[in-house]
């Protein structure tokens, strides 16, 4: 192992690809991000330009290597999508069911940090170049692709 490789922490996951049903595992964040205090987030991990990330599925001991194209999502239990207090309670909540390739639903809510006039579904949606969001339940964060994402309806 080289001795300039950054740490990495696991953390427990659900992967669900254009394949197969989802699973559970664990993903990699860096233990330290030149952008922030703290670890990185597995949505920056995400929305990295690497084409892959390392998932350990909780049923095999191999790391599998796992094309970020061909997810459609990564979720988290209990996580909240903002891990700032402050930001999460300034955020506006919009409510939002997506519509996948393949016919697969997720209702949740998207926590948007934008101007008022410009915090309309469409414009989170939009504000963002990178592949990955996040849509938030109470009993997970979903990082979703765009790119797999057939519509998506506000629910307020």
């Given at each position: 192992m080289s001795d300039f490789?950054?740490?990495r922490t696991p953390l427990p996951a659900h992967l669900l690809q254009t394949q197969g049903a989802s699973r559970p595992g664990v993903v990699y964040v860096?233990?330290?991000?030149?952008d922030h205090d703290g670890p990185e987030t597995v949505l920056e991990m995400l929305n990295r330009p690497e084409g892959f990330f390392a998932f350990r599925p909780a049923d095999e001991s191999d790391v599998l290597l796992v094309s970020k194209a061909h997810t459609m999502w990564l979720s988290q239990d209990r996580q909240a999508p903002i891990a700032d207090p402050a930001r999460l309670s300034a955020a506006r909540l919009l409510g939002t069911e997506l519509t996948l390739v393949g016919g697969a639903t997720?209702?949740?809510?998207?926590?948007?940090?934008l101007p008022t006039p410009h915090a309309r579904l469409l414009d989170y949606l939009n504000a963002s170049p990178h592949p990955f969001f996040a849509v938030w339940t109470h009993a997970s964060t979903h990082y979703v692709n765009r790119a797999h994402v057939l519509f998506a309806r506000p629910l307020d």
């Open positions: 490789s950054l740490p860096m233990e330290r991000v030149a997720l209702g949740g809510w998207a926590s948007v940090e």
